[in-house]
């Protein structure tokens, strides 16, 4: 269902039931509730909100089907003029179930986002967040099925990108996240870390981008220092979107929620533009 009671505000509401024929694990009914509401204001203020539970339940019996979900999720982008942006993003998730393969989850990911974009200008551009996450579900470990570290952690960026001509861009990366970690049944510890990079990109064309980057990932709590180097070619799709094939020769990523340090390797990035 879908209610608009005037041009800006939109409200939204979802029914789902259905049975989920599984042979190997067990069938299991499932049911879903949603309710959410948009706002959007093009020269202001553009907001989001979404409320979710879904109930699951193995049938004749078969409780190692059964969960329950609780999912909220919201953002909104505020216009404060025409250089500067504020972003708010917030995802909540809580699940409660009898499954032995999907342990109990609870997970938190809140982020304050600034953007610094000249009209006139654009040679110059800034981006800073604040993220807080407490993943008590742990991260998936590529190419294996183990579960990764439970965090909680604060992580502020730091991203700026400078224009030297209308073929080549510098950019700069600094990072810092103040954290504990613990794997499953194991004890929280410290997990604090630094991050820097720095890269070049060279506009080939009007539609494709090549990108060379150095990073270093200092990891306090332990006393090591990690370096990475990468290079890419991206190809841009429209003037919102791009997609990049690259190879990254360090375990780490730049993303300092990631602590799973298995990003060795070819990778595949997309990229949305606004």
Do not use: C
């Amino acid at each position: 269902m879908q209610y608009s009671p005037s041009s800006l505000l939109t409200y939204t509401g979802t029914i789902e039931t259905g049975r989920i024929v599984d042979e190997t694990n067990g069938d299991f009914d499932r049911n879903a509730l949603s309710f959410g509401v948009v706002y959007k204001d093009a020269e202001r203020l553009s907001a989001r909100a979404r409320l979710e539970y879904r109930n699951e339940r193995g049938v004749d019996g078969a409780t190692n089907r059964d969960s329950d979900t609780w999912l909220v999720a919201a953002g909104a982008r505020y216009k404060i003029d025409e250089k500067q942006h504020l972003l708010v993003e917030f995802d909540a998730l809580y699940t409660d179930t009898s499954l032995t393969n999907l342990p109990d989850a609870e997970y938190v990911e809140a982020t304050v986002g600034y953007s610094y974009r000249p009209v006139e200008s654009d040679a110059l551009n800034v981006l800073a967040s604040y993220t807080y996450l407490y993943d008590m579900a742990g991260q998936t470990i590529n190419g294996t099925t183990e579960t990764g570290p439970r965090q909680r952690a604060h992580i502020l960026n730091l991203n700026a990108n400078y224009d030297l001509s209308t073929e080549w861009t510098l950019g700069a990366k600094i990072g810092g996240r103040i954290s504990e970690q613990a794997a499953i049944g194991e004890d929280f510890v410290g997990n604090d870390a630094l991050l820097g990079a720095l890269n070049v990109r060279y506009h080939v064309t009007h539609n494709w981008d090549v990108l060379v980057e150095g990073r270093a990932l200092h990891a306090e709590d332990i006393g090591t220092t990690e370096y990475s180097a990468l290079a890419a070619v991206y190809r841009h799709v429209g003037d919102n979107f791009k997609v990049g094939v690259g190879y990254n020769t360090g375990r780490f990523s730049d993303d300092l929620r990631d602590v799973t340090y298995d990003d060795k390797g070819v990778f595949i990035n997309f990229v949305a533009k606004f």
